[in-house]
């Protein structure tokens, strides 16, 4: 791969003006007076707040955090917490400390964060081949009609009957994507099973991944707690009537919503914040376009 631009980080990613990545969607952006506004806005006030030091610090202070845990034989180690194959995250301490333009210390504090295991991934964004760390993907099927493909989940801590959500078929993680294309079928079974037939017959991961028609980066969920960046799959639209559409509801585990409908899930709270702010976010990009 010609990798013409390469960011190691997502602060590279946004540069000093995170605004004007939006001319990659449409030069004609730059010009309105919408995006001057908001862009002359935006750098003033950015400008103004004092700057942020971020470092590693324990996890607990005895102070501020506490650790609460059984003395086991091996005793405790509070300076970081992690499943042992350091997959999906571990819970590390950090200080954060702010500072003002001359670098006299404001205000500083300590807390967890959540620390999501990601890999490193060559993709293109935007027309811009990016080598940046992922965590997870989601992809976005459409129809003909603006219909959305979703399915009925479980996830953990959903506060809905029997843990249920309305969601996106399409959410896997980098680590499930790294296994998939080592042929590890059984990482992710229902995104195996999606690839028997779409976007073709007995497709792979990269054949799914390069089939997206627009590929963007899904704002963060949370920007206090947890470091995990996403990127969205937007596949072409699916002709109303043909076979693939077909093949995608049969069994009845997965359903096209229309925008109402969609609207009710999200203000029913039956659905996660990875799918509102995928489906958002494409909006969004279509009303630059």
């Keep these: 791969m010609d990798i013409k631009e390469i960011e190691t980080n997502w602060k590279d990613f946004a540069g000093n003006d995170p605004l004007s990545s939006l001319k990659d969607i449409n030069p004609e952006v730059g010009k309105s007076f919408e995006f001057q506004e908001l862009s002359s806005w ?10 942020i030091q971020i470092e590693e610090s324990d996890l607990t202070n005895g102070v501020d955090w506490n650790l609460v845990a059984n003395q086991s034989e091996n005793g405790i180690q509070a300076l970081r ?9 571990g819970i590390v301490g950090k200080k954060i400390t702010k500072t003002d333009s001359n670098g006299n210390k404001l205000f500083s504090w300590e807390q967890p964060i959540l620390e999501y295991s990601e890999k490193i991934i060559d993709i293109k964004i935007l027309g811009k081949e990016k080598r940046i760390p992922v965590y997870g993907l989601l992809g976005l099927i459409r129809d003909s009609e603006g219909k959305i493909l979703m399915t009925v989940d479980q996830e ?7 843990n249920s959500v309305i969601r996106l078929p399409i959410q896997a993680s980098s680590g499930k994507i790294e296994l998939l294309k080592a042929g590890k079928k059984e990482a992710d079974r229902n995104l195996s099973n999606l690839m028997t037939f779409f976007p073709f017959e007995n497709a792979n991961i990269d054949d799914f991944i390069s089939h997206a028609e627009i590929i963007l980066p899904i704002p963060p969920e949370d920007t206090n707690l947890a470091i995990k960046h996403n990127i969205l799959l937007v596949f072409p639209p699916v002709p109303v009537g043909s076979e693939i559409h077909k093949k995608l509801t049969e069994d009845g585990s997965r359903k096209f919503l229309s925008e109402k409908q969609i609207a009710m899930v999200t203000n029913s709270r ?5 799918t509102i702010s995928s489906v958002k976010l494409f909006e969004d990009y279509l009303k630059l376009k």
């Design 81 to 89: 917490i992690e499943k042992a194959d350091k997959s999906f995250y």
């Design 42 to 51: 935006y750098l003033e006030r950015m400008n103004l707040l004092p700057n």
């Design 156 to 162: 953990a801590v959903a506060e809905t009957p029997k």
């Design 270 to 274: 039956i659905t996660n914040s990875h």
